[in-house]
């Protein structure tokens, strides 16, 4: 069985680690890999934000290259992530604006600690 060298470095660097490549034909197939691998880490990532790179901070590798090259330990390939920005806006359930009073739809509303949270982060007037 063959392998690849991995390290994820976040703010806290892990060391390399040995990935399998059987049954990866492609990079796709080898981040699902990685992420069995790291799932302590990557679990709550989905594959669409996990990358990989020959070097620290160099370009990502395409998603349909082929596992065709080999590394070492200090030589690994680098995971990085890219997280999902969620926007969360404390509103109260009816807002004035420009002398307009306009009421939001209860399912976009959360109550949370006597204050509404809601849900979109469009607000049509």
Same mark, same amino acid.
């Given at each position: 069985?063959?392998?690849?060298?991995?390290?994820?470095?976040?703010?806290?660097?892990?060391?390399? %680690?040995?990935?399998?490549?059987?049954?990866?034909?492609?990079?796709?197939? #080898? +981040?699902?890999? $990685?992420?069995? =691998?790291?799932? &302590?880490?990557?679990?709550?990532?989905?594959?669409?934000?996990?990358?990989?790179?020959?070097?620290?901070?160099?370009?990502?590798?395409?998603?349909? %290259?082929?596992?065709?090259?080999?590394?070492?330990?200090?030589?690994?390939? #680098? +995971?990085?992530? $890219?997280?999902? =920005?969620?926007? &969360?806006?404390?509103?109260?359930?009816?807002?004035?604006?420009?002398?307009?009073?306009?009421?939001?739809?209860?399912?976009?509303?959360?109550?949370?600690?006597?204050?509404?949270?809601?849900?979109?982060?469009?607000?049509?007037?």
């Amino acid at each position: 069985m063959s392998y690849l060298w991995v390290q994820f470095k976040q703010s806290n660097p892990t060391r390399s %680690i040995q990935v399998a490549t059987k049954d990866c034909d492609n990079v796709d197939q #080898f +981040i699902e890999e $990685i992420k069995k =691998k790291f799932s &302590n880490l990557l679990g709550s990532y989905d594959a669409d934000q996990i990358f990989i790179s020959l070097t620290d901070g160099g370009t990502t590798l395409e998603s349909d %290259i082929p596992l065709i090259f080999t590394n070492t330990v200090v030589t690994p390939i #680098f +995971i990085s992530v $890219i997280q999902r =920005k969620q926007i &969360n806006t404390w509103l109260p359930n009816e807002i004035e604006i420009e002398s307009k009073l306009v009421e939001r739809d209860p399912y976009e509303l959360e109550l949370k600690d006597n204050h509404w949270l809601w849900q979109s982060s469009t607000y049509d007037v």
